[in-house]
């Protein structure tokens, strides 16, 4: 089975502090995902990366930033967070040629 | 613009009383459809992929159906652990990468 982690299950912040959000998959996957899910909003992606170093926009991109050294492991960094970006924040990843994702537990972040 | 909908956006069932969730969608060219299923708190869990209308897939008392506008998660007699949120998805390639683009869920209530 394929099995994606996520560093947190809750996550507490003050407004203004660096946030780091880690996930990591053990399936080889090349493809992975950082979403955010909000009530009312749904899933929205925020960055994707299909292969080690590269990265690629999303549709809500702004405030955040992402790395990934390594094939396993994607993590998304919010510089300076602030109370919008209070969230459920998922991880997912899927292999090249199959286009189904499989998602993490997710990551409840508040910013106070 | 390219978009899915889901209705209703609540269902609340009898157990035992089967019905269907809706997932419309206008998009330019559908390059598979997705159904996840998601339990308060948790990431998204796959449940299907059509590609082509007339497409069918089962499992359990779950039926996915796929039109050239629609698709239609039936359940046939659910019980309370049926209770979720039911997410549809169809696959973007307005990217470098294929991704999904989420509708807004049904959130299904099974009482017993």
């Known amino acids: 089975d394929v099995k994606v982690t996520q560093s947190s299950r809750y996550l507490v912040k003050r407004t203004g502090e660096k946030v780091f959000l880690e996930c990591v998959q053990d399936?080889?996957?090349?493809?992975m995902f950082w979403y955010r899910q909000d009530p009312g909003l749904g899933l929205r992606l925020i960055y994707f990366s299909y292969d080690v170093k590269m990265k690629e926009k999303g549709d809500i991109p702004e405030g955040y930033s992402v790395s990934r050294e390594k094939k396993e492991r994607f993590s998304l960094i919010l510089e300076s967070a602030s109370t919008n970006q209070t969230s459920m924040y998922l991880c997912a990843s899927r292999t090249s040629g199959i286009n189904e994702q499989f998602f993490g537990p997710g990551t409840r972040l508040t910013v106070l | 613009e390219d978009q899915v909908t889901q209705s209703p956006e609540a269902l609340r069932l009898q157990e035992g009383e089967s019905s269907s969730l809706n997932c419309s969608y206008t998009?330019?060219?559908?390059?598979?459809l997705f159904w996840y299923r998601q339990d308060p708190g948790k990431g998204p869990e796959f449940l299907f992929t059509?590609?082509?209308a007339g497409e069918e897939k089962e499992k359990e008392r779950l039926k996915a159906t796929l039109t050239k506008k629609e698709s239609f998660l039936h359940i046939t007699a659910p019980k309370p652990e049926d209770s979720a949120t039911y997410l549809c998805?169809?696959?973007?390639?307005?990217?470098?990468?294929?991704?999904?683009?989420f509708g807004k869920g049904t959130k299904l209530s099974v009482k017993p």
């Open positions: 059509l590609y082509s």
């Open positions: 998009v330019s060219g559908l390059r598979g």
């Open positions: 998805a169809f696959l973007n390639y307005g990217g470098s990468q294929g991704n999904l683009i």
């Open positions: 399936m080889d996957h090349e493809n």
